[in-house]
């Protein structure tokens, strides 16, 4: 009899921790009001239906207040973002590698950009990707579907532990660091950086980690299980639709 109570009472906490683990994530008022911002671009709202970027966000739990970086930003679809999560009493810094300015000037992009009154709480930060530094302790390091490209020729293949450590020691105390890209297949390692823009999950874990910082769990909002990872992100048939980890590490508080 205890035995089939004991059984019983396992049944019903995986029953409970399978429904948890299931249920969908909430939403805070200030996530979602950011993303609503009319002031986003049409360029932006666009691409809000493969990129989900409620979810995202209130995953990697940026909130009113934060200092936030967002490292290699693209075109600042996040940037613009964050600016709103974080408020008046917050700020977002957009980190451009030097290592960019190359494809900067080919594109004849002005950097830094013009001041954009909507969003005042943003400015520019600009060195070596490997000596990443903000002017104040952050509460969230940010890079989305970047991280693979640190492998590759364009950016000298800056060492990784470097980078890491830099992106370590910006981080308060507790603060988190996101990293979103696109997956490769497993045991890949960075075979496919340069060829397909893809990367390993395990290697990011693996180097992130030993740069001091623990896991602190994983989104599987961009997740896509028919990406064979075979294809090149930009090959129009997956474009935006590709199979995406998130991933969240934080630093230790000790």
């Known amino acids: 009899m205890k035995v089939r109570i004991a059984l019983s009472a396992l049944a ?29 671009t049409e360029a932006d709202t666009k691409q809000d239906e493969n990129r989900k ?24 679809y996040y940037t613009r973002i964050f600016s709103g999560v974080v408020g008046p009493k917050g700020w977002v810094y957009a980190f ?9 000037k080919k594109n004849n992009i002005t950097f830094p950009p013009p001041d954009d009154p909507k969003f005042a709480n943003v400015s520019y930060l600009h060195t070596p990707i490997a000596t990443f530094v903000a002017p104040e302790k952050l509460d969230v390091v940010w890079t989305s579907q970047n991280y693979h490209d640190l492998h590759n020729k364009a950016f000298g293949q800056p060492d990784m532990a470097a980078v890491n450590k830099a992106v370590f020691d910006a981080l308060k105390p507790g603060g988190v660091y996101i990293v979103l890209d696109h997956a490769a297949a497993a045991g890949s390692g960075a075979n496919d950086t340069e060829t397909l823009h893809r990367i390993d999950p395990a290697l990011v874990k693996k ?22 990872h ?6 129009s048939a997956i474009r935006g639709k590709t199979d995406r980890f998130i991933f969240k590490f934080r630093k230790p508080r000790k």
């Open 53 to 76: 970027p409620a979810d995202v966000v209130a995953f990697a739990g940026v909130k009113p207040g934060d200092r936030v970086a967002d490292l290699i930003p693209g075109r600042g």
């Open 207 to 228: 180097e992130v980690l030993a740069a001091g910082f623990v896991f602190a769990g994983q989104s599987d909002a961009l997740a896509d299980p028919t990406d064979d």
């Open 96 to 104: 451009v590698p030097s290592e960019m300015d190359p494809l900067l």
């Open 230 to 235: 075979t294809k090149k992100i930009f090959d």
């Open 12 to 40: 019903a906490l995986c029953l409970s921790a399978s429904v948890n683990a299931a249920a969908p994530q909430k939403i805070p008022a200030y996530v979602t009001a950011a993303v609503a911002n009319p002031n986003r």
